[in-house]
C-alpha cells in the first residue's frame, strides 16, 4: 500500500511540476512577441521542468551556454569600442 502511494505521490509530483513548468515557459515564449522579460522567463520555466525531466535539463544548459558565449562576445566587443 505505501509502495503505490508513494509511486502515485510521484507521478502527482510529476504532473505539477510538469502543468507549473510548462506554463511558465509558455507564457515565456509567448512574451517574445509580447512585451514583457521573455529571456528571464523562459529560463525560469526549463529550472522547473529540468528538476524532472532530462530533456529541459539539457535544453537548459544549452541556453545557458549560448547565454555565456553572447555574454562573453558582446564583453569582447565592447571592449574593442
Known sequence: MQRLLRGTLGQAKRAVIAIVGGTVLAIGIALVVLPGPAF??????????????????????????????????????????
Open 40 to 81: 528571464v522567463v523562459i529560463p525560469v520555466g526549463l529550472a522547473i521542468l529540468a528538476s524532472e525531466f532530462l530533456w529541459a535539463r539539457k535544453l537548459l544548459e544549452l541556453v545557458r551556454s549560448r547565454l555565456e558565449r553572447w555574454k562573453k562576445g558582446r564583453e569582447h566587443s565592447d571592449l574593442n569600442r
